[in-house]
């Protein structure tokens, strides 16, 4: 079983940052791609940032030049890094993960629980 923990959420007022974190435990064997994505309320889930395995990045229109998405790989450990954050980043975020399995050796797609971020003055 692979779990996805992610910590870093809150509340901050516009122009502000915060950083989001989110740890991999469990069986694995390998990590491909690691990312995040968030959902507004009413909308659908949309791309904010991954990185593979060898650092190449990727990020959605909205976010680029404010977010920064790092990984350590000792650590299975994926970040994001928010900055001049906005009223319309306000969203639930979620960590995403491209595994191997320790157990099946097969490629395995996994989630986050999602952690809150409200930007509001």
């Known amino acids: 079983q692979v779990q996805l923990v992610e910590s870093g959420g809150g509340s901050v007022q516009p122009g502000g940052s915060l950083r989001l974190s989110c740890a991999a435990s469990g069986a694995i064997f390998s990590i491909n791609a690691m990312g995040w994505y968030r959902q507004a309320p009413g909308k659908e889930r949309e791309l904010v940032a991954f990185?593979?395995?060898?650092?190449?990045?990727n990020y959605g229109d909205s976010v680029k030049v404010r977010f920064t998405v790092s990984r350590d790989n000792a650590k299975n450990t994926v970040y994001l890094q928010m900055n001049s954050l906005k009223p319309e980043d306000t969203a639930v975020y979620y960590c995403n993960a491209d595994v191997i399995s320790g157990v099946t050796m097969k490629r395995e797609e996994h989630w986050g629980q999602g952690t809150q971020v409200t930007v509001s003055s």
């Open positions: 990185i593979s395995s060898g650092g190449n990045t």
